[in-house]
């Protein structure tokens, strides 16, 4: 069974930095291209960031470029999400999603991020 | 920025209806568009792919046909489960984007 469980979510003061985790399962985590989507109720669904099997290449939404940095260790199976510079347009539930490679055949839970002092 | 325009923004349903919903994009996409189903508090689910490629695990009546910039939806007869909010996505150029979704209520 495919399984993409995030954590790190949370309360951060604006300017402020978090770091999220998606841990995969189910599926070749080395093979896939994985991806951060967040949600809010305003601003719907948004991609964030992608990044390939390799590492390279790397995009980001302009709305986060050079604050968010995505990254991947293969031999834990796991994406991350560096945060820094947070402000209140950041708040948002934040999903992992497996890119197949371009539409996102599985999601993680979501993990829900608060900017606010 | 390519803009995903979807319509209705709700749509009042019954069991059984035929349901249909519209995508438009701001430019031709191709066929380069994927359909989602998000239920409240859930993560969207993948229904299907490149405007017309039903996921595997996705039940027949869902279909999707279109190409360039004018995509549609179809459930052919509404079922309990399929009372959800639907999201369009482009994958045709970065950045991806949604739609702003259509909510589906009884």
């Known amino acids: 069974e495919v399984q993409l469980l995030q954590s790190g979510g949370g309360l951060v003061q604006p300017g402020g930095s978090l770091r999220l985790s998606c841990a995969a399962s189910?599926?070749?985590?080395?093979?896939?291209?994985m991806n951060w989507v967040r949600q809010t109720p305003g601003r719907g669904l948004e991609w964030v960031s992608v990044?390939?099997?390799?590492?390279?290449?790397?995009y980001y939404a302009d709305s986060v470029k050079g604050r968010f940095t995505i990254s991947r260790d293969n031999s834990k199976n796991t994406l991350y999400l560096q945060m820094s510079s947070l402000g209140a347009d950041d708040t948002a539930v934040y999903y992992c999603?497996?890119?197949?490679?371009?539409?996102?055949?599985?999601w993680g839970q979501g993990t829900l991020v608060t900017v606010s002092p | 920025d390519i803009q995903m325009t979807q319509s209705p923004s709700t749509l009042s349903t019954s069991v059984g209806d035929r349901v249909t919903i519209t995508c438009r994009a701001s430019?031709?996409?191709?066929?380069?568009l994927a359909w989602y189903q998000q239920k409240p508090g859930k993560a969207p689910k993948l229904l299907i792919y490149?405007?017309?490629n039903l996921q595997s695990g996705v039940p027949s009546r869902f279909s999707g046909s279109g190409s360039g910039t004018e995509f549609t939806l179809t459930i052919s007869s509404l079922q309990p489960d399929d009372f959800a909010t639907y999201y369009c996505?482009?994958?045709?150029?970065?950045?991806?984007?949604f739609g702003q979704g259509t909510k589906l209520e009884i």
């Open positions: 999603a497996r890119g197949a490679p371009d539409y996102y055949d599985y």
């Open positions: 189910g599926f070749s985590f080395s093979n896939s291209a």
């Open positions: 990044i390939s099997v390799s590492g390279d290449p790397i």
């Open positions: 996505q482009q994958y045709n150029t970065y950045p991806y984007t």
């Open positions: 430019q031709s996409i191709s066929r380069w």
């Open positions: 490149k405007a017309s």
